[in-house]
């Protein structure tokens, strides 16, 4: 049984830092790729950022390039979000995403039925 369990997020006021993880456990073997999507109150789920486990390629949303790093610990299977310079717009659920399956075309990255297995989600609040 495949989890994702993501943890870290919180209150940040704007212009703050937070890092928010993502464990992976249960697989057959090493996830392929891996990304973050987040949901903010009363709007659809959006990609953010995304990252193949083998090579370490990311792919980053416009509104967050510059910003956000995604990153991952291959000894721990652990992925992570470091976001930065926040703003009260990055208020969301930000959800964990994974598929053990493999893609030659990176713009599927960015594509929510890429990716088989999904995390519970954490929130993360700016705000003053």
């Known amino acids: 049984q495949v989890q994702l369990v993501e943890s870290g997020g919180g209150l940040v006021q704007p212009g703050g830092s937070q890092r928010i993880s993502c464990a992976a456990s249960g697989g057959p073997r090493r996830t392929s790729i891996m990304a973050w999507f987040r949901q903010a109150p009363g709007k659809e789920r959006h990609f953010v950022a995304a990252v193949r486990w083998s090579s370490g390629l990311t792919r980053y949303a416009d509104s967050v390039k510059g910003r956000f790093t995604i990153s991952r610990d291959n000894a721990k299977n652990t992925m992570y979000l470091r976001m930065n310079n926040l703003e009260s717009e990055d208020t969301a659920v930000y959800y964990c995403?994974?598929?053990?399956?493999?893609?030659?075309?990176?713009?599927?990255?960015?594509?929510?039925?890429?990716?088989?297995?999904w995390g519970q989600g954490t929130q993360v609040t700016v705000s003053s």
């Open positions: 995403a994974a598929t053990f399956r493999s893609f030659f075309d990176d713009f599927v990255l960015s594509e929510e039925n890429t990716y088989e297995f």
